[in-house]
């Protein structure tokens, strides 16, 4: 330290009051880059649970896909729409892998029953065609006769 | 109007019963809950739309599309009520299980 007129250090005139005082402001300063971590830490959870909660609800899009194969036009919407409520559920509950295993799951489960469905429909169709093609065995014939006559009205 | 179907299988009737005790709030997840709930194992939703389609085609149920949610990625529940005609097939197969059970209890068995 200087003294009034510019001559060089001079003796420190601190109390030892004033030395604890010191002693204990610099302590406080150490605790300031913990005090730092701690509430970056808590900013950083505080984010990543708005993030969780504003993500968009977009499941796997091969599993949905799948379900757009297998379901009829007016299921389709009503059944995704049920998963995906699910899909929220546990998306908020765990993370997003743990949502679309989820999602898979639940397509797999239903690829039995949704496919027997569709095939107990198309068997039902081609039974139909068959039955028809025996009680009226011309009808092919009969509507290339009545096209040929339509066009020829036409010409 | 379809006619409604007298016979019933089990998991249809499961189904029916599940319908009626969510009352108004009858769709494809809480009927799925209530089932999962009282049978104590997992009903996949494909297995479960399609006992629903089947009982919508024997004319035992009715539904109707309500509007798109956010919860659900803007896509809309399907409600579902159960027929008066269901109520009283329903009532029509406890008293055909209470019958065999006195049946069996005359047996001795």
Do not use: C
Request: no cysteine; hydrophobic share 40%.
């Amino acid at each position: 330290m200087m003294d009034g007129n510019g001559n060089g250090p001079t003796k420190s005139s601190a109390s030892p009051g004033d030395r604890e005082q010191a002693e204990q402001f610099g302590r406080y300063l150490g605790l300031f880059p913990l005090l730092a971590i701690v509430l970056r830490s808590i900013s950083l959870a505080r984010q990543s649970t708005i993030e969780k909660k504003t993500l968009p609800l977009r499941p796997p899009f091969n599993a949905e896909f799948v379900l757009y194969l297998l379901l009829p036009r007016e299921e389709m919407e009503v059944v995704s729409g049920d998963l995906i409520e699910g899909y929220g559920t546990v998306l908020e509950r765990f993370d997003k892998r743990r949502a679309d295993i989820w999602f898979y799951k639940q397509v797999v489960g239903s690829l039995l029953p949704l496919l027997r469905r569709a095939l107990l429909r198309i068997g039902t169709l081609v039974w139909l065609g068959r039955i028809l093609r025996r009680l009226v065995p011309n009808v092919g014939f009969a509507l290339e006769v009545a096209h040929d006559r339509h066009s020829v009205r036409i010409r | 109007m379809k006619k409604p179907s007298n016979y019933i299988g089990e998991f249809e009737e499961l189904v029916l019963l599940a319908i009626l005790s969510q009352g108004d709030n009858a769709y494809g997840v809480t009927i799925r809950q209530a089932l999962e709930e009282a049978t104590a194992r997992s009903i996949s939703i494909g297995s479960l739309y399609t006992t629903l389609s089947r009982l919508e085609d024997k004319g035992l149920v009715e539904s109707w599309v309500g509007g798109p949610t956010a919860e659900r990625g803007g896509r809309a529940k399907k409600h579902y009520k159960v027929k008066g005609s269901a109520q009283s097939l329903l009532r029509e197969v406890q008293a055909a299980r209470q019958r065999l059970k006195d049946l069996e209890t005359i047996g001795g068995i």
